[in-house]
């Protein structure tokens, strides 16, 4: 019996994570290479003066996806990670006072919105139920699968998940597509927000994603203990435990390829061999940077990035009992706002504002007793220019003033300690063009076919999986591109000449 076959993966976002857990358990020997000293990428934590922040991702569906690779690996993931249902999804707040509860109880959140809002109950489910048919029948061939195989059309019915595509789905605009179903237009609003999911503008993304809902509303919003850094630290210990290795604080500094084959990898000068290489750095500089392939990193470049964030991470000293985990400030004018973010790339007055509270779930455990640790995030266009020291502070000017006006209290006085997280340092912490948030967005009709695959179409045992490839940017959508690229290399490795 020959060596185990070596793998190599540059970077440990979630998705590099996951594919070292897949490959590891299958019997490939893997080794990560991360320029960071920790390893999660995007998922990171900030402790400061007594508070604790989760810097990135801070909302967890879908813990299936996480589930599987400790089933797969034989290990209880209860020994690793502990979770748990939120009874409110998110709490949404309106310049003309409204006050929306998600309940996670979906008869209850119609209930509220009609009580609150006067649109009826009934269209709510309605919707609900749609979603939830949207991603059982198309949702789960796109984003289960590679788009770019045969099998994928032949096995795996993309054929038939295309037969119960309706026209709305691709040729309207989420927001046309909510509007023509909702007539209040708080409602509207709430279910546009969800094209921010992936980093998308609702009046340009397609109808089709009205299946994200599903994932939140019927599918459940959990809370896992220590707050999202905890789904990391699992699936390190995961990967530790199944033999990865992990090299920190080492940038790859190229990908060796000799007769459109990838044969390793270079670090502190020196070639590192191995039979896979795998890329969980964005896929633009893994062109431009690893590959030297100009011509094909500005290919990349042609589909829209994703949306980007300005986010503040305030220590507040005081309690704020009108909120929750997760909390929502919505502009006026939608759509002038995502106008500005996506086609003016200029900062927008009266920003969304989204505020995560870790301290509500665990209290005296992220903040002091008493205080609240706010992760205060804005949207922003990905792009140098959002990093600017003016534009922040004009962020911050406004986000205060709506805040003070919906909140009912004079916030400035009660930030008690400030980190600022913004589009230049995400791309310099996480090698992410743009400091994109989730790779390219879904504003077109063909974003999802125009994503790329998840391997190299010219170089041989080369692959790609992670937010800026195939099905796209968020922690269940990495997930899922892990499996991909992982399946695909399980399968290929049969076919292929052993070099030892
Ligand atoms: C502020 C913020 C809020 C977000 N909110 C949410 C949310 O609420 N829910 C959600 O699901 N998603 C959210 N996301 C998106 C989510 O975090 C990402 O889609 C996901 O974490 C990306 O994972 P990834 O596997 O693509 O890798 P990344 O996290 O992008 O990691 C890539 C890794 O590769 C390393 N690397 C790059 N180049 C090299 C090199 N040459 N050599 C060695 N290492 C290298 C980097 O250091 C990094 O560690 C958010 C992201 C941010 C920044």
Same mark, same amino acid.
């Given at each position: 019996?020959?060596?185990?076959?070596?793998?190599?993966?540059?970077?440990?976002?979630?998705?590099?994570?996951?594919?070292?857990?897949?490959?590891?358990?299958?019997? +490939? !020997?893997?080794?990560?290479? /991360? $320029?960071?000293?920790? @390893?999660?990428?995007? =998922?990171?934590?900030?402790? &400061?003066?007594?508070?604790?922040?989760?810097?990135?991702p801070?909302l967890?569906?879908?813990?299936?996806?996480?589930?599987?690779?400790?089933k797969?690996?034989?290990?209880?993931?209860?020994?690793?990670?502990?979770?748990?249902?939120?009874?409110?999804?998110?709490?949404?707040?309106?310049e003309?006072?409204?006050?929306?509860?998600?309940?996670?109880?979906?008869?209850? +959140? !119609?209930?509220?919105?009609? /009580? $609150?809002?006067?649109? @009826?109950?009934?269209? =709510?489910?309605?919707?609900? &139920?749609?979603?939830?048919?949207?991603?059982?029948?198309?949702?789960?061939?796109?984003?289960n699968?590679?788009l770019?195989?045969?099998?994928?059309?032949?096995?795996?019915?993309?054929?038939?998940?295309?037969?119960?595509?309706?026209?709305?789905?691709?040729?309207?605009?989420?927001?046309?597509?909510?509007?023509?179903?909702?007539?209040?237009?708080?409602?509207?609003?709430l279910?546009?927000?969800?094209?921010?999911y992936?980093?998308?503008?609702?009046?340009?993304?397609?109808?089709?994603? &009205?299946?994200?809902?599903?994932?939140?509303?019927?599918?459940?919003?959990?809370?896992?203990?220590?707050?999202?850094?905890?789904?990391?630290?699992?699936?390190?210990?995961?990967?530790?435990?199944?033999?990865?290795?992990?090299?920190?604080?080492?940038?790859?500094?190229?990908?060796?390829?000799?007769?459109?084959?990838?044969?390793?990898i270079v670090?502190?000068?020196?070639?590192?061999?191995?039979?896979?290489?795998?890329?969980n750095?964005?896929?633009?500089?893994?062109?431009?940077?690893?590959?030297?392939?100009?011509?094909?990193?500005?290919?990349?470049?042609?589909?829209?990035?994703?949306?980007?964030?300005?986010?503040?991470?305030?220590?507040?000293?005081?309690?704020?009992?009108?909120?929750?985990?997760?909390?929502?400030?919505?502009?006026?004018?939608?759509?002038?706002?995502?106008?500005?973010?996506?086609?003016?790339?200029?900062?927008?007055?009266d920003?969304?504002?989204?505020?995560n509270?870790?301290a509500?779930?665990?209290?005296?455990?992220?903040?002091?007793?008493?205080?609240?640790?706010?992760?205060?995030?804005?949207?922003?266009?990905?792009?140098?220019?959002?990093?600017?020291?003016?534009?922040?502070?004009?962020?911050?000017?406004?986000?205060?003033?709506k805040?003070?006006?919906?909140?009912?209290?004079?916030?400035?006085?009660?930030?008690?300690?400030?980190?600022?997280?913004?589009?230049?340092?995400?791309?310099?912490?996480?090698?992410?063009?743009?400091?994109a948030?989730?790779?390219?967005?879904?504003?077109?009709?063909?974003?999802?076919?125009?994503?790329?695959?998840?391997?190299?179409?010219?170089?041989?045992?080369?692959?790609?999986?992670?937010?800026?490839?195939?099905?796209?940017?968020?922690?269940?959508?990495?997930?899922?591109?892990?499996?991909?690229?992982?399946?695909?290399?399980?399968?290929?490795?049969?076919?292929?000449k052993?070099?030892?």
């Amino acid at each position: 019996m020959s060596a185990k076959q070596t793998v190599c993966i540059i970077g440990s976002g979630i998705a590099g994570l996951a594919c070292a857990i897949r490959l590891a358990v299958h019997g +490939f !020997a893997v080794t990560i290479f /991360e $320029k960071n000293s920790h @390893p999660g990428g995007k =998922i990171n934590v900030l402790e &400061k003066d007594a508070y604790r922040f989760d810097t990135g991702p801070s909302l967890f569906v879908q813990p299936q996806n996480v589930e599987e690779l400790f089933k797969l690996a034989g290990e209880d993931i209860h020994q690793y990670i502990q979770y748990k249902k939120l009874d409110i999804n998110c709490k949404y707040f309106y310049e003309d006072g409204t006050v929306i509860n998600a309940y996670s109880n979906k008869e209850k +959140f !119609a209930k509220e919105v009609e /009580e $609150k809002t006067g649109e @009826p109950a009934q269209h =709510i489910l309605s919707y609900l &139920k749609e979603s939830k048919n949207i991603y059982t029948n198309i949702g789960n061939v796109f984003l289960n699968h590679s788009l770019h195989k045969r099998k994928t059309i032949t096995e795996h019915g993309i054929l038939k998940a295309l037969a119960t595509t309706k026209p709305a789905y691709i040729f309207s605009t989420l927001h046309a597509a909510n509007k023509k179903k909702f007539h209040d237009p708080h409602v509207i609003q709430l279910f546009d927000r969800y094209a921010t999911y992936n980093g998308s503008n609702p009046y340009k993304a397609p109808g089709m994603l &009205k299946l994200i809902p599903h994932l939140e509303m019927n599918e459940d919003v959990f809370y896992p203990q220590g707050g999202m850094i905890s789904i990391n630290k699992a699936l390190y210990n995961l990967a530790l435990k199944k033999g990865v290795t992990f090299n920190f604080n080492t940038t790859v500094q190229r990908i060796i390829e000799t007769d459109n084959e990838a044969k390793g990898i270079v670090i502190n000068n020196e070639n590192h061999f191995a039979d896979v290489v795998i890329s969980n750095t964005d896929v633009f500089f893994t062109y431009l940077k690893l590959l030297n392939d100009k011509q094909q990193a500005k290919k990349i470049l042609k589909q829209e990035r994703s949306s980007s964030a300005i986010v503040f991470y305030w220590g507040i000293k005081k309690e704020f009992r009108q909120l929750y985990l997760h909390n929502i400030f919505f502009s006026k004018d939608y759509e002038a706002e995502f106008n500005s973010i996506f086609k003016l790339k200029n900062p927008y007055s009266d920003p969304t504002i989204y505020i995560n509270i870790t301290a509500k779930m665990e209290p005296g455990v992220h903040a002091p007793a008493g205080k609240e640790n706010w992760f205060v995030m804005v949207n922003v266009a990905s792009d140098e220019g959002m990093s600017d020291e003016a534009i922040i502070s004009l962020y911050k000017k406004n986000i205060i003033a709506k805040l003070n006006r919906l909140l009912q209290f004079d916030i400035e006085p009660l930030i008690e300690t400030e980190t600022v997280l913004h589009p230049k340092l995400i791309e310099e912490q996480t090698v992410s063009f743009g400091g994109a948030l989730y790779g390219t967005s879904s504003n077109s009709r063909s974003a999802a076919f125009l994503r790329h695959p998840n391997f190299s179409g010219r170089i041989k045992r080369l692959y790609f999986t992670g937010g800026s490839v195939h099905p796209g940017g968020g922690i269940p959508l990495c997930l899922k591109s892990a499996a991909i690229t992982s399946q695909l290399i399980i399968q290929d490795s049969k076919k292929w000449k052993r070099y030892d």
